[in-house]
């Protein structure tokens, strides 16, 4: 047994307390969804997890319905103080259920249980008691006194973080004032299912908010539906744009985070070891479903071999499998669709004349999965160095001065993240300035925190999501 | 003695810091309320439009760059200006709209007033809206407010000064450069302000001035790539709803149409509309 062989230490499924069938959770009851139902898989062996309702425009005007009741009769007449104290429930619900809710997470979308179980659910729960605590403190947002909500708010998350972006949507949006109509990914319902019986255990009052499931449709119901006052969308550049268009005209307000293409700099006087694991967080963390990936490597010339021989030693211990297993580092790709985007992009690159190297390792049978990939070689004008590839796949380029790593690094549409390392502080703080992103990690990456806004430049996306500055995109007036 | 024969200024596009006549050879009457000739404004075509676009993106750099103390002072040199040649604006004012002469002198006077307000928010409004953030672990995080990049304006169309000045000062303060359509009936207060923008150390190409038909010229500023925020305050005659359409293919911000002569009354949130917050997480060491 070679050092890198383990016993599989799978987490046991068994805390879960799933049902065969989850309707629509609307005015605070699950209910059937008009539409054909749909069933959600594990991307890791393609078997059935659950049936899941669909919602029609029908269920979304009920669900708006019972927003817009909730907001008039309830929630905006409640104090500041007691919607905190339903959201500080939320969140104590939230750790009391953590690792059912980590295991769920892993089960539907195939991140590593040591991802879901350690970052996705732990930040779920620090998101709503950090904006529990805003709720009767709204004076102090930035606006000016006695701000007010928008009131009933539509809310559309991405499939990468499930629970996570339910969290970053939710909380602040509560906090505020407002109602809520939300609909999950297609691919990754079940956390929002569950975390719907959350709310019923926080006895938070019925329609303050409402999970409607489905595809693209239900999306745009709650998009084009004319009571809806706030559209919060997180997803990809392209959905973004036609959101865009189609509030073009109304008073709904909108925010959006889109797609990336982030810069992770490297100068040559870095801390190597910390580099090295801050390049592969950066892009290999939850298999590169990540928008501010650190997807583009941009590594001083002089130490470009020495990073990327350290980056193939450093991948080939890496760990792909069963998502549940606690010793699984790479887990499953979430959908054969973004299977095939990844395949696709990945032959484009080699085929543009970029060199591929791929981590040996053992690709379960079933199930969705991509090796852990790195193009050298890479031109700026090559596909994999200006799209967003949304998995576990790294370019590497390379820069002589700091000037062209920035000129680089600024040389895309988007704008959401990036990366510098080196131990020179000055040098990081006059990079970090020019850099056209909306979150700089230095000597770091992938960090997220409640207190700390994350959003884009450019087309990355518009708004703010943490901190003090995410509440803005749910607050209006107040007095100067 | 015979009365002096006056010597009419030629009204032109601003662009770059330079004054151009339109690239088309266009030009349209500007007239008193009674119909009485006053000038030829030039109208100004698509191409003047991607030029300006052109030199307002060149110029983000140097503006954005420099110190907001510095910015706030360049600023507060247009007021110094505008103050000198109130006499000139109000006749103007006089001329294009008819209005009384109290009433042109208090236009002119709440302009310069906005100009100092904003001029002073320059070294200020990063303070207001960034913050440091206490995150959970061993980091040092701040958030701060940085300049969009080139704003595309059309300005109301109500007033001839104070109103284009309110839209084009806020998008200055963080460092933003700006592509500006005139109001259409009293473009030529702008065209003045022009020519204090340029004696006032405005770099060129910062506030860029175009004359002539906001519904031609508006469609090409909305949809131009480089141009990545839309203040839309004068826009509510237009088709402004396919604006913010054509804007939306590149995520331009957009802010909607005012009306009435209040319009872009000044705020805090009309600086912050053309901001961007970046957020930087530095390490600390363990010591």
Redesign the interface.
């Given at each position: 047994m070679s050092f890198l062989e383990y016993a599989p230490a799978p987490e046991s499924r068994s805390i879960l307390k799933l049902r065969d069938e989850y309707g629509l959770f609307i005015d605070g009851e699950f209910r059937p969804g008009a539409g054909e139902s749909f069933t959600t898989i594990s991307p890791a062996d393609e078997k059935p997890i659950a049936t899941i309702a669909s919602g029609t425009q029908a269920d979304v005007d009920a669900a708006v319905a019972a927003a817009r009741k909730a907001y008039d009769k309830t929630w905006s007449k409640m104090s500041g103080r007691d919607r905190g104290k339903y959201l500080f429930r939320i969140a104590r619900l939230v750790q009391e259920r953590a690792r059912e809710l980590a295991v769920a997470e892993s089960l539907d979308n195939g991140k590593p249980i040591k991802e879901s179980r350690d970052v996705d659910v732990p930040l779920v729960a620090?998101w709503f008691f950090y904006y529990a605590g805003w709720a009767d403190k709204l004076d102090y947002a930035?606006l000016g006194a006695d701000p007010k909500a928008l009131g009933v708010a539509g809310q559309i998350i991405p499939w990468n973080f499930p629970l996570l972006m339910l969290a970053w949507k939710v909380a602040p949006a509560l906090a505020a004032g407002n109602t809520v109509v939300l609909k999950p990914a297609e691919t990754t319902p079940l956390s929002a299912l569950i975390f719907a019986e959350i709310l019923q255990q926080a006895d938070l009052p019925a329609g303050v908010v409402n999970i409607v499931t489905g595809a693209g449709a239900t999306g745009a119901a709650i998009v084009r539906h004319p009571d809806v006052d706030k559209i919060a969308f997180t997803g990809s550049?392209a959905v973004?744009?036609e959101i865009?268009?189609a509030v073009?005209?109304t008073d709904k307000k909108l925010t959006?985070e889109?797609g990336g293409k982030a810069a992770n700099i490297v100068f040559e006087d870095a801390p190597i070891d910390q580099a090295i694991e801050g390049i592969v967080n950066g892009i290999f963390f939850n298999q590169g479903h990540v928008c501010c990936a650190g997807s583009r490597l941009l590594v001083q010339e002089s130490i470009h071999d020495e990073v990327v021989d350290r980056l193939k030693t450093r991948l080939s211990t890496l760990r792909l499998g069963d998502p549940l297993d606690k010793n699984t580092d790479i887990g499953a790709i979430n959908s054969a669709e973004q299977l095939q985007r990844i395949t696709e992009l990945s032959r484009i690159g080699e085929e543009e004349g970029a060199v591929r190297w791929s981590a040996d390792c053992a690709i379960p049978e079933n199930g969705f999965w991509f090796a852990p990939t790195i193009f050298t070689n890479v031109q700026a004008s090559h596909r994999i160095a200006r799209d967003e590839v949304f998995g576990p796949v790294l370019s590497v380029l390379t820069f002589r001065t700091p000037g062209e790593a920035i000129e680089k690094a600024n040389n895309t549409?988007y704008?959401l993240s990036a990366g510098i390392w080196s131990d020179k502080?000055s040098r990081?703080l006059a990079v970090?300035d020019r850099l056209r992103?909306?979150?700089?990690?230095?000597?770091?990456f992938n960090?997220f925190?409640p207190?700390?806004?994350?959003?884009?430049?450019?087309?990355?996306?518009?708004g703010?999501e943490g901190?003090?500055?995410g509440l803005l995109a749910y607050l209006k007036g107040g007095r100067? | 003695m015979s009365k002096r024969l006056t010597v009419p200024k030629t009204y032109k596009l601003y662009i770059g810091g330079a004054f151009p006549r339109s690239e088309s050879g266009r030009t349209y009457e500007v007239a008193t309320p009674k119909g009485e000739f006053l000038a030829n404004a030039a109208l100004a075509s698509r191409k003047d439009t991607r030029d300006a676009v052109l030199a307002a993106r060149g110029a983000v750099k140097g503006w954005s760059g420099a110190t907001a103390y510095n910015r706030g002072q360049v600023l507060y040199r247009v007021a110094e200006i505008l103050e000198g040649r109130k006499a000139q604006f109000a006749d103007e004012i006089v001329a294009q709209t008819g209005a009384s002469r109290g009433g042109a002198e208090a236009e002119v006077d709440e302009a310069i007033d906005r100009w100092v307000w904003y001029a002073g928010w320059c070294d200020k409004f990063a303070q207001?809206?960034g913050?440091g953030?206490?995150?959970?672990?061993p980091?040092f995080?701040i958030?701060v407010p940085e300049p969009?990049g080139v704003i595309g304006v059309i300005a109301p169309q109500d007033t001839a000064l104070v109103g284009i000045v309110s839209a084009i000062a806020p998008a200055l303060v963080s460092g933003n450069t700006v592509v500006v359509v005139a109001s259409q009936r009293y473009p030529l207060s702008a065209i003045s302000l022009a020519e204090v923008l340029a004696t006032s150390d405005v770099p060129g190409g910062v506030v860029n001035v175009l004359t002539g038909s906001p519904a031609e010229l508006a469609p090409w500023l909305a949809s131009h790539p480089d141009v990545?925020g839309l203040d839309l305050v004068g826009a509510g005659d237009l088709d402004?709803?396919d604006l913010?359409?054509a804007?939306?293919?590149?995520?331009t911000?957009v802010l909607p149409p005012e009306q009435g002569t209040d319009a872009a009354a000044p705020?805090?949130q009309r600086i912050a509309a053309f901001t961007?917050?970046?957020?930087?997480?530095?390490?600390k060491s363990l010591v």
């Open positions: 620090a930035g550049t973004g744009r865009a268009k073009a005209g959006l889109l549409p704008g502080g990081i970090a992103a909306g979150v700089v990690w230095a000597n770091t960090r925190d207190s700390s806004p994350f959003g884009g430049y450019k087309e990355s996306g518009y703010r901190g003090r500055h100067a | 207001v809206a913050n953030n206490p995150v959970a672990g980091y995080n958030s969009t990545h402004w709803i913010q359409i804007a939306a293919n590149t995520a911000r705020t805090l961007e917050t970046k957020t930087v997480w530095h390490t």
